[in-house]
């Protein structure tokens, strides 16, 4: 049953069809075929409960934050500073495309809007200076996946929801992994430019005077970071909270840079809008399919499928791993987080191991999932903002490495889970 669910669930995505409708279709037959249809008659009542869960509201009020931090130009200033202090190693601006993407990560909480954000600001650069582009445009897609694992992180949020965890212990647990896998991607970038040195394209001319000047230009956006994560660790604000502080901060920022208008607000709360019905109306389909699959018993099914095969801890969650790369390729990241982890959570919590460490390294895998074809969200996001128009094998291409430096991560905390829980067990343990 289970397998013919994913299969179901793989070739709907395939044939293009919104992930919310996929969702919904599969709830409803499933429904109708093995429930004669009663459980359709509590959809009202079951999405109205879930829907006004507290916890959702940090959703909308991290992406409006985003959406202030990129209409008050605050994204494009910080860019221009990164670039002063790290375009001198080798890879020049592609460094500063990770830099920024973790500096932005670390205020808005959102894969897509991070890569959106620092590669409009980014890719014209790379034209510019003759950059070997899959590598540059790599960079830029893989930056942009720090948006959910740097706290804070819509993913985390929704992971700490469906499977009861502690946000304020996730946000913690991401940071450390969130830097290292920063460093990692630097890590890429410097061999592969030592090996091939044509790929650095142009050297940025700086001074020191110069990267002293554009200093002002970073303290905005980790103020922000201090504010909305201070806010949570001080105990003055649930993440729920943290989060519509920082919106408000953000909006004292954008009236000091005097870019705060009527037309830029109307700009900023339309682009949330849209993006949060959008990740609404997923969730919600989500949620109440995980509620039919539950009372079908499919997730107790699994579970004993598994026991059954006799394999140690590290062998399951190995099968975990490779289970989450390949569905990462044909579902989107935050419909696989919704519909998998209520199923894979119980046995992963069975085999002993911690939710909060769990939590980090299906985020990793998410982050994967977000750079490997054909669904790739950040590759399209990422293609969508070039100007030349090139073709979509050279950001899919560019972006391999990175996925590869991802896989020494899993790695990583797979043999050093205090990577992740170093800092949990230090504040709350």
Same mark, same amino acid.
């Given at each position: 049953?289970?397998?013919?669910?994913?299969?179901?669930?793989?070739?709907?995505?395939?044939?293009?069809? %919104?992930?919310?409708?996929?969702?919904?279709?599969?709830?409803?037959?499933?429904?109708?075929?093995?429930?004669?249809?009663?459980? &359709?008659?509590?959809?009202?009542?079951?999405?109205?409960?879930?829907?006004?869960?507290?916890? *959702?509201? !940090?959703?909308?009020? /991290?992406?409006?934050?985003?959406?202030?931090?990129?209409?008050?130009?605050?994204?494009?200033?910080?860019?221009?500073?990164?670039?002063?202090?790290?375009?001198?190693?080798?890879?020049?601006?592609?460094?500063?495309?990770?830099?920024?993407?973790?500096?932005?990560?670390?205020?808005?909480?959102?894969?897509?809007?991070?890569?959106?954000?620092?590669?409009?600001?980014?890719?014209?650069?790379?034209? &510019?200076?003759?950059?070997?582009?899959?590598?540059?445009?790599?960079?830029?897609?893989?930056?942009?996946?720090?948006?959910?694992?740097?706290?804070?992180?819509?993913?985390?949020?929704?992971?700490?929801?469906?499977?009861?965890?502690?946000?304020?212990?996730?946000?913690?647990?991401?940071?450390?992994?969130?830097?290292?896998?920063?460093?990692?991607?630097?890590?890429?970038?410097?061999?592969?430019?030592?090996?091939?040195?044509?790929?650095?394209?142009? &050297?940025?001319?700086?001074?020191?005077?110069?990267?002293?000047?554009?200093?002002?230009?970073?303290?905005?956006?980790?103020? *922000?970071?201090? #504010?909305?994560?201070?806010?949570? @660790?001080?105990?003055?604000?649930?993440?729920?909270?943290?989060?519509?502080?920082?919106?408000?901060?953000?909006?004292?920022?954008?009236?000091?840079?005097?870019?705060?208008?009527?037309?830029?607000? &109307?700009?900023?709360?339309?682009?949330?809008?849209?993006?949060?019905?959008?990740?609404?109306?997923?969730?919600?389909?989500?949620?109440?399919?995980? /509620?039919?699959?539950?009372?079908?018993?499919?997730?107790?099914?699994?579970?004993?499928?598994?026991?059954?095969?006799?394999?140690?801890?590290?062998?399951?969650?190995?099968?975990?791993? #490779?289970?989450?790369?390949?569905?990462?390729? /044909?579902?989107?990241?935050?419909?696989?987080?919704?519909?998998?982890?209520?199923?894979?959570?119980?046995?992963?919590?069975?085999?002993? @191991?911690?939710? #909060?460490?769990?939590?980090? *390294?299906?985020?990793?895998?998410?982050?994967?999932?977000?750079?490997? %074809?054909?669904?790739?969200?950040?590759? @399209?996001?990422?293609?969508?903002?070039?100007?030349?128009?090139?073709?979509?094998?050279?950001?899919?291409?560019?972006?391999?490495?990175? #996925?590869?430096?991802?896989?020494?991560?899993?790695?990583?905390?797979?043999?050093?889970?205090?990577? !992740? $829980? @170093?800092? %949990?067990? $230090?504040?709350?343990?």
């Amino acid at each position: 049953m289970a397998g013919l669910i994913v299969l179901i669930l793989l070739v709907l995505v395939v044939a293009s069809i %919104p992930v919310a409708a996929v969702l919904g279709i599969l709830t409803f037959t499933l429904d109708d075929l093995y429930m004669a249809g009663r459980l &359709k008659g509590a959809i009202g009542e079951f999405v109205w409960d879930k829907s006004k869960d507290f916890v *959702l509201v !940090a959703i909308p009020m /991290f992406i409006l934050l985003g959406e202030i931090m990129l209409r008050a130009g605050i994204a494009q200033r910080m860019y221009n500073a990164v670039v002063q202090w790290l375009s001198w190693l080798p890879g020049g601006l592609m460094h500063a495309n990770i830099g920024s993407c973790a500096i932005f990560a670390a205020s808005s909480g959102s894969s897509v809007a991070t890569a959106a954000t620092v590669g409009t600001v980014a890719v014209p650069e790379m034209e &510019k200076r003759s950059y070997n582009q899959r590598l540059f445009l790599g960079s830029l897609a893989a930056g942009g996946t720090l948006g959910i694992l740097i706290p804070p992180s819509i993913n985390l949020i929704i992971y700490g929801l469906i499977t009861d965890t502690s946000v304020p212990e996730l946000y913690l647990a991401g940071i450390f992994p969130g830097l290292l896998l920063a460093g990692l991607f630097m890590l890429v970038i410097v061999i592969s430019c030592l090996i091939w040195r044509g790929w650095d394209g142009v &050297k940025t001319e700086t001074s020191w005077a110069e990267r002293i000047r554009t200093l002002p230009d970073l303290v905005p956006p980790i103020l *922000l970071f201090g #504010v909305v994560v201070g806010s949570i @660790y001080a105990g003055i604000a649930t993440p729920t909270e943290a989060a519509s502080v920082g919106v408000v901060f953000a909006l004292i920022l954008a009236a000091w840079r005097r870019m705060l208008s009527v037309q830029m607000l &109307k700009e900023a709360f339309e682009g949330t809008m849209r993006t949060t019905a959008m990740i609404m109306i997923i969730i919600m389909a989500a949620v109440f399919l995980n /509620f039919v699959l539950g009372f079908m018993g499919v997730t107790q099914d699994i579970l004993d499928a598994i026991e059954s095969l006799g394999l140690t801890a590290t062998e399951t969650m190995i099968i975990i791993i #490779v289970f989450y790369l390949i569905l990462g390729m /044909f579902m989107e990241t935050l419909s696989m987080l919704l519909t998998t982890v209520p199923i894979v959570f119980p046995i992963v919590q069975g085999l002993g @191991y911690d939710p #909060v460490w769990f939590g980090i *390294l299906v985020t990793v895998l998410m982050e994967a999932a977000l750079i490997t %074809p054909p669904i790739g969200v950040n590759l @399209y996001v990422v293609q969508g903002v070039r100007t030349n128009g090139g073709p979509f094998n050279d950001v899919a291409y560019g972006a391999i490495p990175f #996925v590869l430096m991802m896989l020494v991560l899993l790695t990583l905390l797979m043999v050093f889970p205090q990577i !992740a $829980l @170093y800092l %949990p067990e $230090l504040v709350y343990r």
